[in-house]
């Protein structure tokens, strides 16, 4: 099976530089081998932090702070306040700040400064500073230097004479001295109470215990001044106030009267407005002869339906006056009406209706019924009269109301006015009371100043310094210090662009990983990065020279060496896929010059040649033949000789006697820059073909892809690649980028090697688990690393 006949759509595509799966995203065991690989980084910003707060520690003169603490209470002048024409409430947060801010006043601190001749103090004025501030000072007097603010008034004060210009200098220490004591006090509020600590730092413990009790008891003086100004200042106001409203108070009362006297508006003794009460007892009196007239008309015309109803139902309608006095002549003639009625009736039973007494007694019944109906009218007519007369002084009593009624409403309407001057003259009377008790008792609070602050907690003289504090201090620098560490391995982790393990092959490249190869010898710089030829031919008898000879024969020399093992795993992967193929050409490619590729095959063709098959190793990187400088091949005749010539390998291959290892070398040929053609050329077939005919593996040192196409042209006449890369040195975007430009030679690439790994860091770039971790448990199996270079150098 031929593995450069494979379709490219069937490999495995190249992943992109930046595909990470989102798992990987927050990934614990990465991030613990970040943690390992950068602890010495870490560690050493750790060191550094430390001996930067040692040194901070030790530059920095101590300071020591000395506190008070004020309440502000209010229980204090409870007594003044309950009556005080100028209390304000302290209830309130912002009522507790405007007294921080009266703190950190100017004027406060210009009593303080006066008071203690802070001014002339030199260890206020120019206390002793830190490295740090000196540090500070000095960058600052730089930038003003190169920056000069514009000198304001020089000339002027040049000319003034001395007594001037001396209190102009005092003036200007002594406002220098409020603007850094302003600065310098601390206030600030214990957490919700009414408390105010009040501290301040200095160099002398003595001087700050005065400044903070200065500034106690200033802050007490001052409240005691501010009630005292403010008491007074209300005392005089009221004092204006209470003449003003004086006379504005008896004008009103005297247009009150005045009003009332023009309008005639008489009162009772109930303050009632006379025509008031007129209005009030007409209606009464009207009211009840409303009810007068309908009783009479009521009775008025019962009786004269029964007097219209005729005498004949005189005696039966007479019944229904039942409110006349029994003694009445109605009932008295009832009551012998009815006497009669009751004889006649019986006589009749007895003796008929035509007896003569019966008919007697119907004349007197009859009689007797018109008695009753005379009665009747006269009582009717009696009511008529009794009813015109209540109809009369109801009608009477009906106009009066309404002229009273009419009178009542000019009267109200002109009350209403009354009543605007009444409740004006009120109103004015109240307030002048009033301010005569505020001004009263603001008179009497002038002589009684009590102040809201008293001190609960008095400053003492500090015993150790406030700052610097040195477990603080050491604290906070080992924290920066990590941190920094931190943020600079992060840095190196973010700039890790390069192979460090097989894993990062598979998943970068998506190539198969074929082993790493550990650095060989003691030098490894720059001989290494001259693997490929970079030395001068003159050099090849140098001890170098000689060094480098026999890192070309590792694989020979010490067969049962991890470098070995690793190379016969590149043999076994091709093996694999050229299963098959009786000859197999096998080219050895690099991305960048210096990555070892001419070790590389030099030490692959040796182990193969080693086990007995029948190798040969070609220099084909014609233009920087280092594979031959390195094996210090000296010769005039080489593979460009023999391609060109149409010669076979036998007119310019040595042979090793030890292996029986077949190399072609190479020899320069000034600046010959067509070596792609003479590689892809039909010589070059041909003289492969016929090495074809007598070895089983032809293996062949080709120049790096990224500067030159040699690699490209050859690639048609190579059954497989072995790409080299640098251990921490070739960048993963790099051979992404040549892979995928080169699609060719990429499906040619059997296996990556990683060249000159260091196995002291590897694992620390290996995760969990990975073979990275376990390298030092193979050493059974390895020839010892000292005994190999030894025999190496040997």
Known sequence: MNYANFPLDKRKPLPSSDAVSAEDFIDVERLLGMAARQAKVVAACAAIGLFLGVLYLQTTPPTYMAMSRVLIDEGLNKVVDEVSAASVSMQTDSAILSQIEILHSARLAAVVVDKQKLDQNDAFMNPPTSAVSKAAGFVRGVVRYFRPSPAVGIADVTQLDEATRDAMMASSRRDYAILKLQNEVQAERLGRSYVISIAYQATDPVLATAITKAYSDAYLADQLDASFDATERAAVWLQGRLTELRESSQAAALAVEKFRAEHGLAVNNNGQLISDKQLSDLNEQLIEAQADTARASARYQQYKSIVESGSDNAFRDAAISSDQPSNSVISTLKTRYLTVAKRQQDIEANFGAEHPQAVALAKEKADISAQIFGELKQLTESYRNEYEVALARETALRANVALAAGKSSIDNQTQVQLRELEQKAT??????????????????????????????????????????????????????????????????????????????????????????????????????????????????????????????????????????????????AFDVVMEGQGSRVIGIVSVLPGEGKSTVAANLAGLLAANGSKTLLVDGDLRNPGLSRSLGMETEQGLMEAVVSGQTWQFVGKIDRQTKLAIIPAVPRGHFSHTSELLSSAGMRRFIDNAKETFEYIIVDLPPLGPVVDAKAFAPLADGFVLVTEWGRTPRAMVQSILNSEAYIANKIVGVVLNKVDLKKLAKYGSIGGSEKFFDRYSTYYLEKSEARTKANT
């Open 427 to 572: 109103a004015l009377s109240t307030l002048y009371q009033t301010f005569l008790g505020r001004y009263e008792e603001a008179s009497q609070q002038q002589s009684f100043p009590v102040g809201k602050i008293r001190v609960i907690s008095d400053a003492k003289l500090p015993q150790s310094a406030a700052t610097p504090r040195t477990s603080i201090v050491l604290g906070l620098s080992l924290v920066l210090g990590v941190m920094l560490g931190a943020g600079v391995g992060g840095l190196n982790e973010f700039r890790e662009r390069f192979f460090r393990t097989g894993e990062d092959v598979r998943d970068r490249v998506g190539l198969k990983f074929l082993g790493y190869l550990p650095i060989i010898g003691s030098k490894v710089g720059k001989d290494d990065k001259r693997d490929d030829g970079q030395a001068d031919v003159r050099t090849a008898q140098s001890p170098s020279a000689a060094e480098k000879r026999a890192r070309m024969r590792v694989s020979v020399d010490a067969p049962a060496s991890m470098f070995s093992e690793t190379l016969r795993s590149a043999k076994i």
